[in-house]
């Protein structure tokens, strides 16, 4: 059999039993086991688990179960909604501040939480009630949460990341701090459109009720005392010191990502205990339930994607797929566009795990070859991917959403999202004119490659 029909015949019975509804982990250990048993030395089935086990002996990877932990221990604690109702309340006078509030919310928990879904739900339950409240549209309302979620898996310390920086073999500490310009420009961003639409609807609110209409809640003016807003404060600055605490023990070189990752979920069950009481086992019981079903599944789906890989490579798919794509001698940025529209065809159906495991020993060496610097090309893939948490058909925090708010139409919540959607094109289009955004920052942190 031809490479060629290898390679064909590998991507179609992936895609057969992807789309069978079999679970992503499941699927690709089948799709890896069942090549192996029919194109590999029969004695190499006896090694499944001790690749596996090889490919996941990685200290970095060990950060994985314990930032979930913290994250975890946050996102099940009130921190999320008092951290939203804090920034609100002193950002209320801003044009639009209740819109730029949720970013800012959204921003924050998802650099402490790490998780785009429990952001979206931490922020969303008391977000998208009050905006609703204050007049807001339901897609409005509903997209601004859903897109402030997806900063969980770019802003530090991200996931996904840590799978780019193993797959990549880029330095985890590099990504992180290469992740933290783009995001300010993401909520910046966001938070443009949210002054932008909050005035449109404002204008249409006035219209309506200079005609005789009803008057709608964004007329009305909330006014919080100076008191008021101090007394916010103390429930949400110890979080706050918390993530300041991690980045400088991770970038000022006290603690590796795996030590910064115990230090954050020690730290993070502290705060809980002190702050909100919660340290009985009936409380602490849903965040290591949580933390151990969310570890166990994503790291059964980091060990058959890496099986996987392995079988790609020994059978030289990935590496042919490379020398072909290099062999179509594409200019630089085209070669960057087919890749990146793969990845968001990918992103309709996969979720950022699978796509970066896929795809990384085929995309990789083309784009290094083409002189791609890796730590900014995984910022781009990261922001491509977070479109695929927002739009259809199988937007993860679309349906986040619609557990939280079930009374917004799915159709409403969708054309909510779209715009965020062209913002993250535009964010893309910007770090490819100006790729120091990303790099800058770990440049000079860290010194130049």
Same mark, same amino acid.
């Given at each position: 059999?031809?490479?060629?029909?290898?390679?064909?015949?590998?991507?179609?019975?992936?895609?057969?039993?992807?789309?069978?509804?079999?679970?992503?982990?499941?699927?690709?250990?089948?799709?890896?086991?069942?090549?192996?048993y029919f194109f590999m030395p029969a004695a190499?089935?006896?090694?499944?688990?001790?690749?596996?086990?090889?490919?996941?002996?990685?200290?970095?990877?060990?950060?994985?179960?314990?930032?979930?932990?913290?994250?975890?221990?946050?996102?099940?604690?009130?921190?999320?909604?008092?951290?939203?109702?804090?920034?609100?309340?002193?950002?209320?006078?801003?044009?639009?501040?209740?819109?730029?509030?949720?970013?800012?919310?959204?921003?924050?928990?998802?650099?402490?939480?790490?998780?785009?879904?429990?952001?979206?739900?931490?922020?969303?339950?008391?977000?998208?009630?009050?905006?609703?409240?204050?007049?807001?549209?339901?897609?409005?309302?509903?997209?601004?949460?859903?897109?402030?979620?997806?900063?969980?898996?770019?802003?530090?310390?991200?996931?996904?990341?840590?799978?780019?920086?193993?797959?990549?073999?880029?330095? +985890?500490? *590099?990504?992180?701090?290469?992740? &933290?310009?783009?995001?300010?420009?993401?909520?910046? %961003?966001?938070? /443009? !459109? @949210?002054?932008?639409?909050?005035?449109?609807?404002?204008?249409?609110?006035?219209?309506?009720?200079?005609?005789?209409?009803?008057?709608?809640?964004?007329?009305?003016?909330?006014?919080?005392?100076?008191?008021?807003?101090?007394?916010? +404060?103390? *429930?949400?600055?110890?979080?706050? &010191?918390?993530?300041?605490?991690?980045?400088?023990? %991770?970038?000022? /070189? !006290? @603690?590796?990502?795996?030590?910064?990752?115990?230090?954050?979920?020690?730290?993070?069950?502290?705060?809980?205990?002190?702050?909100?009481?919660?340290?009985?086992?009936?409380?602490?019981?849903?965040?290591?339930?949580?933390?151990?079903?969310?570890?166990?599944?994503?790291?059964?789906? &980091?060990?058959?994607?890496?099986?996987?890989?392995?079988?790609?490579?020994?059978?030289?798919?990935?590496?042919?797929?490379?020398?072909?794509?290099?062999?179509?001698?594409?200019?630089?940025?085209?070669?960057?566009s087919v890749i990146l529209l793969m990845v968001i065809v990918f992103g309709f159906f996969l979720?950022?795990?699978?796509?970066?495991?896929?795809?990384?020993?085929? &995309?990789?060496?083309?784009?290094?070859?083409?002189?791609?610097?890796?730590?900014?090309?995984?910022?781009?893939?990261?922001?491509?991917?977070?479109?695929?948490?927002?739009?259809?058909?199988?937007?993860?925090?679309?349906?986040?959403?619609?557990?939280?708010?079930?009374?917004?139409?799915?159709?409403?919540?969708?054309?909510?999202?779209?715009?965020?959607?062209?913002?993250?094109?535009?964010?893309?289009?910007?770090?490819?004119?100006?790729?120091?955004?990303?790099?800058?920052?770990?440049?000079?942190?860290?010194?130049?490659?």
């Amino acid at each position: 059999m031809s490479d060629l029909t290898l390679g064909l015949l590998f991507g179609g019975v992936t895609l057969l039993v992807m789309f069978s509804g079999m679970p992503i982990a499941f699927a690709l250990g089948v799709v890896a086991v069942t090549f192996m048993y029919f194109f590999m030395p029969a004695a190499s089935l006896d090694t499944v688990t001790q690749n596996v086990y090889e490919e996941m002996a990685s200290i970095t990877l060990l950060s994985i179960p314990l930032f979930i932990l913290k994250g975890a221990a946050i996102g099940k604690s009130p921190a999320g909604k008092d951290l939203y109702s804090a920034i609100h309340v002193w950002l209320n006078k801003v044009p639009g501040g209740l819109g730029i509030a949720n970013v800012f919310a959204c921003a924050l928990f998802a650099a402490m939480a790490g998780s785009s879904p429990a952001t979206c739900s931490a922020i969303g339950s008391a977000g998208i009630p009050e905006m609703r409240r204050r007049g807001y549209s339901p897609g409005f309302a509903a997209g601004i949460i859903a897109a402030g979620g997806t900063l969980g898996i770019l802003l530090p310390p991200s996931i996904t990341m840590i799978l780019y920086a193993v797959a990549a073999e880029q330095s +985890l500490g *590099r990504l992180f701090l290469a992740g &933290i310009g783009p995001g300010i420009l993401l909520v910046g %961003l966001f938070s /443009g !459109y @949210a002054v932008y639409r909050a005035k449109k609807e404002y204008a249409v609110a006035f219209t309506l009720y200079e005609g005789g209409g009803t008057k709608s809640a964004y007329l009305d003016e909330e006014h919080f005392t100076l008191s008021q807003k101090v007394e916010m +404060l103390p *429930r949400v600055l110890p979080f706050i &010191i918390l993530l300041i605490g991690v980045m400088i023990a %991770l970038y000022g /070189g !006290y @603690a590796t990502p795996s030590e910064t990752a115990g230090l954050g979920a020690l730290l993070a069950m502290i705060l809980i205990a002190i702050v909100y009481g919660l340290w009985k086992p009936k409380d602490l019981a849903p965040i290591l339930g949580s933390t151990i079903k969310e570890s166990t599944m994503l790291l059964l789906i &980091i060990g058959m994607a890496l099986l996987y890989s392995y079988v790609m490579s020994y059978l030289h798919i990935s590496q042919d797929a490379a020398q072909w794509v290099v062999g179509m001698h594409l200019s630089k940025w085209v070669l960057l566009s087919v890749i990146l529209l793969m990845v968001i065809v990918f992103g309709f159906f996969l979720p950022p795990v699978s796509i970066i495991l896929m795809t990384a020993p085929i &995309i990789l060496p083309p784009l290094k070859a083409a002189g791609f610097d890796l730590i900014w090309f995984g910022v781009v893939m990261t922001i491509v991917m977070e479109m695929g948490l927002i739009h259809p058909p199988v937007g993860l925090n679309i349906f986040v959403i619609k557990n939280i708010a079930p009374d917004i139409p799915l159709k409403d919540v969708i054309w909510g999202v779209m715009p965020f959607v062209a913002l993250m094109f535009i964010a893309v289009f910007l770090l490819c004119l100006f790729p120091e955004i990303a790099v800058g920052l770990p440049n000079l942190v860290m010194g130049e490659k």
